[in-house]
């Protein structure tokens, strides 16, 4: 069955370091989307992305905050100078059609970020 | 603005034994109703959801939810547990955005313990 993967698994960064996450959507899918959790919080939206521009994006989703589709099978997440409180889980997301709503997302495993 | 509450952050239950993992929303339009389960080490894996029609949904690994719109709530159930059903279930829901895509929003999970 298709998935959606996510590399790495684990990173550890430098208060202040540019990251990028990677991300593989399912091959088929249209729209893509990032989310975050931090320990003990909700899993939170951080912003969606279809026809290689932004659809929505979340107050979260600030100025160091940036997604690209560079070809046609990554999505990235960078966050251009962490902080302490980027530290999180970060999961990618991918569907095949937004369906008012209705489609499903399908999750990648997600990469634990730690910002020293 | 939607929000979901999962009302149980831990739910210790015997095995064989049944399970309802609580959720409630809060939403000023329809909403569509998600289940995702995650093991450890793994990304967030649908088990059902409820877009319209018979309150009463079926998803995979036997378990099923109720949506029941005067209580504004979705919880979850299963007759008899197994070890392996030990993961985090996450509640989630979703509104048309308009743009096309559109957001799932997470309640705070709710971890099920199995214990033999």
């Known amino acids: 069955e298709p998935e959606v993967t996510q590399t790495p698994s684990h990173q550890v960064t430098q208060m202040g370091q540019e990251v990028i996450l990677r991300c593989v959507p399912i091959?088929?899918?249209?729209?893509f989307y990032w989310y975050r959790q931090i320990l003990g919080q909700k899993v939170e939206f951080l912003v969606s992305?279809?026809?290689?521009?932004?659809?929505?994006k979340s107050e979260i989703f600030d100025d160091q905050f940036s997604v690209e589709r560079p070809d046609g099978s990554n999505f990235t997440l960078k966050i251009r100078s962490t902080k302490l409180e980027d530290s999180a889980m970060y999961f990618c997301a991918s569907s095949e059609r937004a369906s008012g709503g209705r489609e499903t997302q399908y999750f990648g495993p997600g990469t634990r970020l730690l910002v020293l | 603005a939607q929000s979901v509450t999962q009302l149980d952050s831990q739910v210790p239950v015997f095995e064989e034994a049944p399970v309802e993992l609580r959720c409630n929303y809060s939403s000023s339009v329809s909403v569509y109703l998600f289940w995702y389960v995650q093991y450890p080490n793994q990304g967030l894996q649908l088990l059902l959801k409820y877009l319209s029609g018979s309150t009463l949904v079926k998803g995979i690994n036997g378990f099923e939810a109720e949506f029941n719109k005067s209580q504004t709530s979705f919880h979850l159930r299963k007759p008899s547990v197994h070890i392996s059903d030990t993961a985090e279930y996450f509640c989630a829901v979703s509104v048309d955005s308009g743009a096309g895509s559109y957001q799932l929003t997470f309640g705070k999970g709710t971890k099920l313990s199995v214990i033999p």
């Open positions: 992305f279809y026809n290689n521009e932004i659809s929505e």
């Open positions: 091959s088929n899918h249209l729209y």
